[in-house]
């Protein structure tokens, strides 16, 4: 929806409550015109039923306000005298309209001194799970999301099983755009798998003030651009459906390309507008390498990939000779480490030559290890439009940029002529921030080299502490990889855990507790 559907909506909805609520106005003492003031209404009726006047802020949260509706639906039958069990479905049943047959039809008395505390312990049970619901979706939506690595694509600085808190507020909280969503879960309700969401109506991109920008290096959470899904409704082989942006599946890489740059794969190595890319001590880039033996000199390779910390497969590249190993992913040094093995007699890097298929943007020129150069767009900037360059910028303009209508654009291509919106274009100006991720699992890791740019409206969060790590081929305490419990994710040097820290705070805040109540018993 545009900003101008939205004013519509925003204006009908304050139509439908003055319609509903004016005569309960009245009768709480107040104007009937006040019922039909936007916001100020809003205000009026939290002091008639008796809730801070903040509550109205929450109002206008967009999921929060699905779970202060139907509150403040019941609460302002109650502050009427309709407060039986019937009541309350009644009005969340009819999403509140139940209220419109109680302002028309029955007679209203306002109850002035009625007490907020729930009358049987099931409501107050179910006030407290609301309040604690709308706290944490509140902090889960602009502060905090928990995530879990899932993939390898970024091995040896993030795990499988590293369980992280992602912070919002780093790159700037994202209002939600899908406004009808279960708070909590992502983009399906687990077990039955089925969509948690509705696709409309959708929320004008908007995001809160950051603390700071998005740097080459950082760590990024951020919608999968090209994400669709088959199965919600869907029978195989088909399209899928289109998520809303902030339903799309969430993907974590590594930024290596910031709006404005040039960027070049050569050999493996990342370039910046000429310049390899320096990576943070942290990062430790993987390769696949293939490693011959000598097939005479026995090798314990059960300790050889314990220690080098291969996760990873390895295999024969041939089952017949078993020369020749194939190490899916191994960091430089790890391969320095295998050079001077006895039994092992060469070490080298896999490089992919030649073209490769599935590489963006599909122009059938490069592989994942040498790639480019592509300019990374950035907001304002403006690019030449031709059969060449458009591969380049396609989907930027027909799936994440809108015209100034905010509609969906129409590109055509006819011959070496480009038409966009009916009129026939030579250059084209990027309307948001682009980047390029990619993960440092170099020959594991779906990113940018195979889908391209990732939209500043995708960026979810900046990953800054992983409080639990689980590997899952430990066994019993094992599991728990207790030297990554409580670190930093990004930060000079070696990750360093701070548990035992927290230990000491914690066992500190207990055993002053105790004194405090011990010293309060005396006094009493």
């Known amino acids: ?75 302002t039958l109650r502050s009427f005298g309709k407060k039986s069990n019937l009541d309350t479905f009644l009005a969340i049943a009819t999403f509140g309209l139940y209220i419109y047959y109680v302002n028309y039809t029955q007679k209203l008395n306002y109850v002035t001194d009625r007490s907020l505390n729930s009358e049987n312990k099931a409501a107050s049970t179910v006030s407290s799970l609301l309040f604690a619901i709308i706290v944490a979706t509140l902090v889960h939506t602009y502060f905090v999301q928990p995530y879990t690595i899932p993939t390898s694509s970024l091995e040896k600085s993030l795990l499988i099983g590293d369980f992280l808190f992602v ?70 082989g088909t399209p899928g459906v289109i998520k809303p942006i902030d339903k799309k599946s969430n993907y974590v890489k590594r930024c290596v390309g910031v ?16 310049k390899v890319l320096q990576l943070p001590e942290r990062a430790k880039p993987q390769f696949s390498y293939t490693v011959a033996i000598d097939g005479k000199t026995p090798i314990d390779f059960e300790y050889l990939l314990k220690d080098l910390d291969i996760t990873d497969q390895v295999y024969f590249k041939n089952n017949d000779t078993r020369d020749t190993l194939l190490f899916r992913a191994l960091t430089a040094a790890g391969a320095a480490r295998l050079k001077n093995v006895p039994g092992i007699t060469a070490v080298t890097q896999e490089i992919s030559e030649g073209p490769e298929e599935g590489i963006f943007p599909n122009i059938n020129k490069w592989n994942r290890d040498n790639f480019g150069p592509v300019y990374i767009p950035q907001k304002g900037k403006t690019v030449a439009l031709t059969t060449e360059s458009l591969p380049f910028y396609k989907r930027i303009i027909t799936d994440y940029e809108t015209n100034d209508k905010g509609e969906k654009n129409d590109l055509k291509v006819t011959g070496n002529e480009i038409r966009l919106n009916g009129e026939v274009v030579k250059n084209y100006t990027f309307k948001q921030n682009y980047y390029w991720m990619m993960g440092d699992n170099r020959h594991n890791s779906e990113d940018s080299r195979y889908w391209g740019y990732v939209p500043e409206n995708h960026i979810v969060g900046k990953p800054v502490f992983i409080w639990m790590s689980w590997d899952t081929n430990g066994k019993g305490l094992n599991k728990v990889r207790w030297d990554r419990v409580f670190t930093t994710v990004s930060g000079e040097g070696q990750p360093q855990s701070y548990f035992k820290y927290f230990l000491i705070a914690l066992a500190a805040f207990f055993i002053g507790e105790y004194f405090w109540k011990k010293r309060k018993e005396k006094k009493n």
């Open 259 to 274: 709006p404005g740059d040039s960027l070049s794969i050569k050999d493996g190595l990342v370039y910046i507008d000429g």
């Open 1 to 75: 929806m545009t900003l101008y559907q939205w004013f519509v909506f925003f204006l009908f909805v304050q139509i439908v409550h003055f319609l509903g609520t004016w005569k309960l106005y009245v009768a709480a003492g107040r104007k009937a015109w006040e019922a039909a003031v936007p916001v100020y209404n809003a205000i009026l009726l939290m002091k008639i039923i008796g809730r801070p006047t903040w509550w109205t802020i929450l109002l206008f949260i967009p999921i929060i306000n699905l779970i202060m509706f139907p509150v403040i639906w019941v609460e």
């Open 167 to 236: 912070s919002k507020i780093n790159y700037g909280a994202r209002v939600p755009m899908t406004t009808i969503a279960l708070p909590m879960v992502h983009d399906s309700i687990p077990i039955i798998k089925t969509k948690s969401y509705l696709s409309w109506p959708q929320l004008p991109y908007l995001r809160l003030p950051a603390l700071e920008a998005i740097k080459r290096t950082d760590i990024v959470v951020f919608n999968w651009p090209v994400d669709t899904v088959h199965y919600f409704f869907e029978p195989k």
